[in-house]
């Protein structure tokens, strides 16, 4: 197995890197393990590890406005039109006859 020089072998900034190169030069995990000097094992834990780190221990959330009603028309057709509220009620009307003239 080939060892990599010296310099801080087992801390997290040389794991940080060793898995960015691995997604870098699309290495397998047992490619970047070699190339690092470490164990298989060893690599799966430390990237466990600085995902862990890496997630925010609380994600905010907010509350999602409520949803809008609307007008649904359903046409002789069949079609259905749903109409947004506070849709301008210009051309509606053109729009249904429209509508229904082509089926």
Do not use: H, K
């Amino acid at each position: 197995m080939a060892r990599r020089a010296s310099g801080g072998r087992g801390g997290a900034a040389f794991y940080r890197r060793l898995i960015e190169r691995r997604a870098r030069e699309g290495l397998t995990w047992a490619e970047a393990a070699s190339a690092g000097g470490t164990s298989l094992s060893t690599l799966y834990r430390w990237a466990q590890r600085l995902r862990a780190a890496d997630m925010p221990a609380f994600i905010e959330l907010a509350a999602a406005a409520p949803a809008r009603t609307g007008v649904e028309l359903v046409l002789a057709s069949g079609r259905v039109l749903r109409v947004p509220e506070g849709s301008p009620p210009e051309g509606l009307l053109e729009l249904v006859q429209l509508l229904e003239r082509t089926c």
